[in-house]
Nanobody, 122 residues
């Protein structure tokens, strides 16, 4: 089970920290991803991290602004989002994938959480 939290409305240039609390599986065995879906758009892999070695991937659209991290002891994945832009507005989901490494392909992820809404306004 995955439960996301931390989404809210924020102004352009602001920051948010999303959290994803997981239960029922061992982070070390998975690739943990933050993915998002904006209105009228397809799901997009934003940032992913290996639960075993911490190697991460970022979409070009968020590189340098977002940081993904994990707390293995608490089975929690975080997404620190800085310098937010209107185009970051979306529902953000976290999910695990058994395909470790590479780009965050939404098709590789299962058992998505319910999502948390991030709204960036000017």
């Amino acid at each position: 089970q995955l439960v996301e939290s931390g989404g809210r409305s924020v102004q352009v240039g602001g920051s948010l920290r999303l959290s994803c609390a997981a239960s029922g599986f061992d982070f070390n065995d998975y690739y943990l991803g933050w993915l998002r879906q904006a209105p009228g758009k397809e799901r997009e892999g934003v940032a992913c991290i290996s639960g075993s070695d911490g190697n991460s991937y970022y979409a070009d659209s968020v590189k340098g602004r977002f940081t993904i991290s994990i707390d293995n002891a608490k089975n929690t994945v975080f997404l620190q989002m800085n310098s937010l832009r209107p185009e970051d507005t979306a529902v953000y989901y976290c999910a695990p994938s058994g395909v470790v490494g590479g780009a965050c392909d939404p098709g590789d992820f299962e058992d998505w959480g319910q999502g948390t809404l991030v709204n960036v306004s000017s």
